[in-house]
């Protein structure tokens, strides 16, 4: 059994940025994806990191202002977020699973945080 739990969000203004933390417990070398959801819409995929740290996905609506990496030594997965912007204001979801971007591929999800973006 894998338990996730998602640290680091919060409210920031527009053009700022914030560094979210999932800390895995029980070893897991799966793949390690971000997700969001805004309220009234969908969860969206938004970035993954495969088990070696080697590979990696994003939307390519994000790409080039998210960065997911991970600390296998330290069961820790992260998503930097710069030049954030209001519509980027979303519950994030941390998850653990198959490699991919559809969240049907993941087994196991952590509670959310919170990341309001002000403008």
């Known amino acids: 059994q894998v338990q996730l739990v998602e640290s680091g969000g919060g409210l920031v203004q527009a053009g700022g940025s914030l560094r979210l933390s999932c800390a895995a417990s029980g070893r897991t070398f799966r793949t390690m994806g971000w997700f969001r959801q805004a309220p009234g819409k969908e969860r969206e995929f938004v970035a993954a990191?495969?088990?070696?740290?080697?590979?990696?996905i994003y939307a390519d609506s994000l790409k080039g202002r998210f960065t997911v990496s991970r600390d296998n030594a330290k069961y820790m997965a992260y998503l930097q977020m710069n030049s954030l912007r209001p519509e980027d204001t979303a519950v994030y979801y941390c998850a653990a699973g198959a490699w991919g971007s559809s969240p049907g591929n993941y087994d196991y999800w952590g509670q959310g945080t919170q990341v309001t973006v002000s403008s």
């Open positions: 990191i495969s088990g070696t740290g080697i590979s990696t």
